[in-house]
């Protein structure tokens, strides 16, 4: 079983910036996805960011040209880098990857969770 431990969040002032990690617990091959989700108090969780193997990314409108999402194989790591943050993007945030164990075996798994708070 492959945990995801996802490290990064705090607070941040309004026009900040933060970098969200979310590192596999052991050695992997490789991830295939990797998404970032948020879910602020009474709201549903919802897709922030998505990378792919090949390299493609996929952005929730919200974000577009302030997020980066990121995955590093070789340190079994996905990041997500924030910039010009707003209160708007307070929220706990959760990482989920797929991708293939050094045994060849699939894996889908989500982290635990951290909290990102944007406020002055």
């Known amino acids: 079983q492959v945990q995801l431990v996802e490290s990064g969040g705090g607070l941040v002032q309004p026009g900040g910036s933060l970098r969200l990690s979310c590192a596999a617990s052991r050695s992997i091959l490789r991830f295939n996805t990797m998404g970032w989700y948020r879910q602020a108090p009474g709201e549903q969780r919802e897709l922030v960011a998505i990378i792919t193997s090949d390299g493609g990314t996929n952005y929730a409108d919200s974000v577009k040209g302030r997020f980066t999402i990121s995955i590093n194989n070789a340190k079994n790591t996905g990041f997500l880098q924030m910039n010009k943050v707003t209160p708007e993007d307070s929220a706990v945030y959760y990482c989920?990857?797929?991708?293939?164990?050094?045994?060849?075996?699939?894996?889908?798994?989500w982290g635990q969770g951290t909290q990102v708070t944007v406020s002055s």
């Open positions: 989920n990857a797929a991708g293939l164990t050094r045994g060849y075996s699939r894996f889908n798994s």
